[in-house]
């Protein structure tokens, strides 16, 4: 009979035991970093993913869009007749004005081209240079009138097409049924470009022309113009009456169901579409005071109203971060509570509310829907010269070009969004400086 020991036996078990739960915690441990492993790559293949189409999206608007910073250039001879331009020679502004300088362009290119005798063919002649060539006659007559009498080289604007074909956007190999330069007008332009006659010059009309029907003479300083006015007066609004809200609900007010209430609704406002605003402006600042559809003016109140949210949300988190001992340090040393506030809590987190506010005014600018609302898609040719006068502003100058058909617009709306992104980066980037700058980690 053998004898058999207990303890031993127990002790066994125990080893048996204790090996079972290491197999277990060693799968367990091997399935947790499986797990961990697998979470790292989704997050990686997440944001490599988003990086792929956010460089679709900037290669495809930078493509579409470089080309809009150079506009093409015919240069022919003009002679500034005195008879059409100015046949009692009184040199009067008036008569100057009014002369017409599309036949002086007209009769330059006949002379250039004495072959083309039809009818049909000289009216595609003409269309080489653009329909606001006589405005550049008559704007270059005006400040030198010297020039009537005289013949002058003159760079003129291309027309459209003509400028999509010099920048490759045309394919000259289709049949001439499917495009829309004909063979004439490029053997035209070709024999002008063997002359030294075409030229690519950077489009300064691009940032110093209003909006036109015509894309090369379109331009985005009227749009430019129009959202400076409706940001800097949003700026000078939302700013003080933001930081006053955010000090006294985070510093002064008192803590009941009205407060309460409020903090609610601002948090909510926050998070409300952007055109429940612009029909709100519509209702109030429009219908109600009267004030101009278009204006600057009403772009303002609504783009205040649509960013307070923000500041305000910004501001109190920016007064939290403050270390509550430098409140009861000015306290303490005999300082009232505004004193405390003004002279020592503000200052710290001045930088936090000048972030949030700068993401705010970024926001504003990017803005399209509330501006609609108030009636700022309008086509305004003019530069605005005050905050009561019609404007628009950049997003919906983009917003129109995009329905235009023309390819001259397409390449003008990748350009202009190229403007608004540089514009925004700019912005943030000077948030993001600001609060690396100026900010203070407790």
Known sequence: MTNQNPRQDIAGADVMDSRRTFE???AGMKRRQSAEKRFRLYGLLAILLGLTFLSVLFVSIIGNGYTAFAQTYVK???????????????RDPDTLNTADYSALVKASLREMFPAVTERGERREL???????AGFELRDSVLDDPALIGTRQDIWLVADDEIDMLMKGHVDRTVPELDR?????????????????RV????NTNFF????SRDPELAGIRGALVGSFYPLLLTLILSFPIGVAAAVYLEEFAPRNRLTDLIEVNINNLAAVPSIVFGLLGLAVFINFFGLPRSAPI????????????????ASRVALKSVPPSIREAALGVGASPMQAMFYHVLPLAMPGMLTGTIIGMAQALGETAPLLMIGMVAFIVSIPGGIFDPATVLPVQIFLWADSPERGFVERTSAAIMVLLAFLILMNAIAVILRKRFERRW
């Open 76 to 90: 022919i001879p003009v002679y500034f007749d005195p008879a059409g331009i100015d046949p009692e020679g009184t």
């Open 298 to 313: 009403v772009g303002a109140f609504v783009l205040t109203l649509m960013t307070l949210p923000t500041i305000i949300i």
């Open 180 to 196: 829309r330069v004909k063979d004439n007008q490029i053997a035209w332009v070709d024999q002008l470009n063997s002359e030294g």
């Open 24 to 26: 277990i915690v060693r």
């Open 208 to 211: 110093l022309a209003g909006d």
């Open 126 to 132: 003409y269309s080489i240079i653009s329909t606001g």
């Open 199 to 202: 030229e690519k010059r950077f």
